[in-house]
């Protein structure tokens, strides 16, 4: 069924693009009015850490919905425009030059922004965050004329970024307050892989280590540590995770935790309002507390399903979380929920690569993370997708001492 009327979203990003265009392949013949915070169309932003950095990309092959298609599609598109406000009872949302935009159905899908901790010395201006477009080329400039730089934040964006800027011949550190690598989407075993692929193209990684203050000199920023140690950087890259873009919907009183809480309709608490992407947290048999994901799958698959739920098409959005990263040389996926798993088994692919699972308590697979694993990997997903029992034959227990040992150097080396 399908309904004119003014369809707004509000975060041109993945999965406000993806659901504007959506509405029109799905028929809406009423306005599609998209209003974004940043002055660029919308990008996806997975070539921000990697080759939009190197170079080896650039900002056009990022584009995701160009003015063209726009055009095409008749989407009237808001840049650099903020919703600053949702009066959910007259249907508008106010923006930061004063102007009102009305709805029959509101998206948020404004994703979210980096965390700052409360540092001393965070306001250096050695000191930077990775989000948009803008940070990606302003970290391009910064790289060229940085030898040292000190990252803080062991997780994806750390790590990508530490990839990227060792590729550029950086001096590199990586400070994690944790005792391994990306602690809370990985198995213990693939963290330790990733400590040594890291370690093996030059980066020191201090794990179980927080950041204390930042103090600049003229030479440097002195980035100190909380056992004393210091490290001087010329650039200081702040990466300690994201919270969701939510207060739009706090100040409108809609149900939030850490994210706007959506059903499995997309739909917030309020029943013209739904939300997607990073901003969203969405309900899950795996997660009952509520599940917020941070990854270029889910916000273009949510943002299509929201997008199909406004036209009040039928939808039940369930997803299994997917993830891929890349550094160095290496394709690294994730599918389902590590957090769950209590061992890991993992067995070496015909390519080359690595296959780890993840397996609950009940023998379930819960998790797969393939690295460079190709094909295989596709196949490990869907033992997630369909709550398969492991063992399998031809893995291995990374419990066992034999596969916990350390990856042969040959591994390692790029
Ligand atoms: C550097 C980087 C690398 C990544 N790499 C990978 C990867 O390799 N693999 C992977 O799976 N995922 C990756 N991700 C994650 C993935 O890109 C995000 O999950 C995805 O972009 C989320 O989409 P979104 O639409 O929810 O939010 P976003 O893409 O962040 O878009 C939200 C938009 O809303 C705008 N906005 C916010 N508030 C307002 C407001 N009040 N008014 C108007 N506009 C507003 C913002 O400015 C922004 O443009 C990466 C993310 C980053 C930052």
Redesign the pocket.
């Known amino acids: 069924m399908n309904s004119p009327g003014t369809m707004l979203i ?9 659901a504007a265009r959506t509405l029109r392949e799905h028929g809406h013949t009423g306005r599609i009015v998209l ?4 002055r ?1 169309a ?1 990008y ?7 080759g939009l950095i190197t170079g080896a990309s650039s900002a056009e092959q990022a584009e995701l919905l160009g003015l063209a298609e726009m055009q095409e599609r008749a989407i009237e598109f808001l840049p650099a ?4 406000k949702i009066d959910p009872a007259r249907r508008v949302v106010r ?2 030059d004063g102007r009102e935009l009305g709805y029959d159905k509101l998206l948020l ?6 965390c700052r901790p409360s540092l001393p010395g965070l306001d250096s201006p050695r000191v930077r965050t ?3 477009l803008d ?2 080329l302003a970290l391009r400039r910064a790289f060229s004329e940085a030898p040292r730089v000190t990252i803080i934040g062991g997780g ?2 750390g790590l ?2 530490a990839a990227t800027a060792r590729t550029l011949g950086c001096a590199v550190t990586v400070i994690e307050a944790g005792p391994r690598l990306c602690g809370r989407s990985l198995m213990a075993p693939v963290s330790e892989w990733l400590l040594q692929r890291h370690e093996a193209a030059g980066v020191s990684v201090r794990l179980a280590h927080g950041v204390t203050a930042l103090d600049d000199h003229a030479d440097g920023t002195e980035v100190r540590l909380d056992d004393g140690s210091t490290i001087i950087a010329d650039l200081v890259l702040v990466g300690v995770g ?1 919270q969701p ?1 939510d ?2 919907a706090r100040e409108a009183g809609l149900d939030c935790a850490r994210g706007v809480r959506v059903d499995a309709a997309c739909r917030t608490s309020d029943p013209y309002i739904y939300a ?5 947290v969405l309900t899950h048999p795996r997660a009952p507390q509520g599940l917020r ?8 698959d ?2 299509v399903a929201a997008a199909r739920a406004m036209l009040e098409q039928a939808v039940a959005y369930s997803p299994v979380p ?5 550094q160095y040389e290496h394709m690294i996926q994730i599918a389902g929920f590590p957090g769950l798993a209590q061992r890991t088994l993992w067995r070496a692919t015909a390519g080359g690569g690595r296959l780890y699972l993840g397996v609950d308590a009940a023998g379930v697979v819960v998790a797969a993370v393939g690295i460079d694993a190709g094909r295989d990997f596709r196949a490990a997903r869907k033992s997630v997708e369909q709550d398969a029992q492991a063992p399998f034959t031809g893995y291995q227990s990374c419990d066992a001492p034999a596969a916990a040992g350390p990856v042969p150097t040959s591994e390692l080396t790029a």
């Open positions: 509000v975060g041109a990003g993945q999965a406000g693009a993806w209003c974004g915070a940043e660029h919308p996806e932003r997975p070539p921000l850490s990697k425009l903020e919703a600053v923006c930061n899908a404004t994703g979210g922004s980096p990775l989000r948009t940070d990606a994806w964006i990508e970024t994201m873009n207060a739009l997607a992407g990073d901003v969203a994901l941070e990854s270029w799958q889910n916000a273009q949510q943002g997917l993830l891929w990263s890349e």
